[in-house]
């Protein structure tokens, strides 16, 4: 993997990696946890989209190699597939964690990595197989998709606002681009330089990757998976779930 790309041949991958492939022409990526023997791991809509029909069509059972490829819960998102499957026609990319501040914001566009820290490929495995069980709420383009159920199961990490952008470097390119332009539309009077003026755009629209960038952020806690449903809201218990915070209370996953 390099600064431009993260493409990788599949011998290169090991269980518990995060690995996505683009759609529609490069339009968006998917992402998914690559959990061994050729299959992955991942998170989509289930209904009330066309884009939901589109990725289930391509999982179903009618894979000729693995049989149980296209595999998940009734209502949920979470889908076992192959790796063919999930690739369909395109490449493979590997997303990086634990990244320096200098490659992060070297990366234009988001959700190619992370300066968080992966958790041992045991545990990722062991949330991604957890969520294919239990589900991992419903779809959410901006605070809950294919991206932030990947960097969970590496990660852990929670956001605690539930009203912003979640833990996806896809969202936060999304929103941060308008909102860099927007921001400096004023500049235009005072660098009459076009080049001055992109390059100003340019640095705010990274900046505002680099602060919603779960490795960075503040507001962000670690929760078991076995507690996920609680701290969600998806189960009905009374019972307060344990997280872990840098600054409160420690919890190790089971």
Request: glycine letters at 10%.
């Amino acid at each position: 993997m390099g600064l431009l790309t993260n493409r990788v041949d599949r011998s290169e991958i090991k269980p518990g990696d995060h690995i996505y492939t683009y759609r529609a022409v490069f339009a968006y990526s998917h992402h998914g946890i690559f959990v061994g023997g050729s299959k992955v791991v991942h998170f989509t809509r289930v209904e009330g989209s066309s884009d939901a029909a589109n990725e289930i069509s391509g999982l179903s059972s009618s894979c000729p190699v693995f049989p149980d490829c296209g595999f998940r819960l009734p209502n949920s998102g979470v889908v076992l597939s192959c790796l063919n499957c999930f690739l369909r026609t395109g490449s493979l990319y590997s997303f990086e964690y634990g990244v320096s501040p200098s490659v992060f914001l070297s990366k234009v566009r988001g959700g190619t990595c992370t300066t968080a820290v992966s958790d041992p490929p045991e545990m990722v495995i062991h949330r991604a197989m957890h969520l294919l069980q239990n589900g991992f709420g419903n779809y959410d383009v901006f605070q809950n998709n294919c991206e932030d159920f990947a960097l969970y199961c590496k990660t852990g990490l929670l956001t605690l606002d539930r009203l912003g952008v979640g833990r996806s470097g896809q969202a936060s390119s999304v929103v941060g681009a308008p909102l860099a332009a927007l921001l400096s539309t004023p500049l235009k009077f005072l660098i009459p330089s076009p080049v001055g003026v992109a390059t100003v755009t340019a640095g705010m629209y990274c900046m505002s990757r680099y602060a919603t960038d779960i490795g960075v952020r503040s507001d962000v806690i670690k929760v078991a998976v076995e507690d996920l449903a609680v701290n969600l809201g998806w189960g009905s218990s009374n019972e307060g779930a344990i997280v872990e915070h840098d600054d409160s209370i420690h919890l190790l996953d089971r």
